[in-house]
């Protein structure tokens, strides 16, 4: 049962705090995980060795499947005006900062005037490419991508680093819009909701959903050194967070017993 942070003591600075999210609509789950993708290409496109631009393709091409199974861009586009609206009731709140808030929501217009530009084809040339098609073709097979397998791929890893860089930025940039968007409606979640104090008795915290509200992301966060993370089971109208202590990559977690404070924030 939900209870309240009635007694509590005062929250953990957010330095010690390991955060845990849980998307609770199918488009922030999609979202996240263009989000994971997207770091992880732009990542490893500033590795000089052939190992790090092959997960740089691998993490474009991952976005590129997500993009394959619905409508992203229109999701996003969508996401983006809702922000704008909800934040622009706030230009009228006494003590709001306009300045800071303005500049939000004029960042909100770029970002959607720019994927808006790109068209629902944005990322047509990286579908039409017979090289990287060729290499997703081969990427589900473990040890697929070989140098035997596509020996033209293989010539690519061994172009000098400059020439693979900035082959991926050219096809990071076909994503670029679309990836930026994701980030920012992602950002403005995270930073519009502030975390409560709860507590959890034995482990378990269930919460009920207002259903008059759109939730989109509960976030979690558990003091660092306690060893203790969370495990999500989402509905439509609540959701239950079992907490569990690590004891290892040998054992399976243990449900923490007794009471557990840790912060909430719901978006």
């Given amino acids: 049962m939900a209870t309240n942070a009635k007694d509590l003591p005062e929250p953990i600075p957010q330095g010690e705090l390991l955060t845990f999210e849980q998307p609770l609509s ?36 991952g976005i590129l499947s997500i993009l394959a199974h619905g409508d992203v861009r229109a999701e996003a586009l969508k996401e983006l005006d809702r922000l704008d609206l909800m934040l622009g009731r706030f230009r009228q709140t006494p003590g709001v900062d306009t300045e800071r808030l303005n500049e939000i929501i004029d960042g909100i217009a770029k970002l959607a005037g720019e994927l808006s530009a790109y068209g629902p084809n944005l990322v047509g040339p990286l579908k039409e490419s017979e090289f990287l098609n060729a290499i997703k073709h081969r990427a589900w097979i473990p040890g ?7 020996p033209d791929y293989g010539y690519w890893l061994n172009l000098p680093y400059n020439e693979r860089a900035e082959q ?8 670029r819009p679309l990836c930026d968007a994701v980030n920012k409606v992602l950002g403005l979640l995270r930073d519009t909701s502030d975390p409560v104090e709860c507590v959890a008795n034995d482990g378990l915290y269930n919460h009920k959903l207002d259903r008059k509200i759109q939730h989109n992301l509960v976030r979690v966060m558990v003091p660092t050194v306690t060893g203790i993370f969370p495990e999500f089971s989402a509905g ?17 977690p243990q449900q923490v017993s007794g009471e557990l404070k840790f912060q909430l924030a719901l978006s």
């Fill in 26 to 61: 199918e488009r922030i789950r999609t979202f996240l995980r263009i989000e994971l993708l997207y770091r992880q290409a732009l990542f490893h496109t500033n590795s000089e060795t052939d190992l790090g631009s092959r997960e740089a393709v691998n993490s474009l091409l």
């Fill in 144 to 150: 697929g991508t070989c140098g035997f397998d596509l």
């Fill in 168 to 175: 991926l930025a050219e096809w990071t940039d076909f994503l």
């Fill in 236 to 252: 439509n109208h609540q959701f239950t967070i079992r907490f569990v202590e690590w004891q290892g990559v040998n054992s399976r």
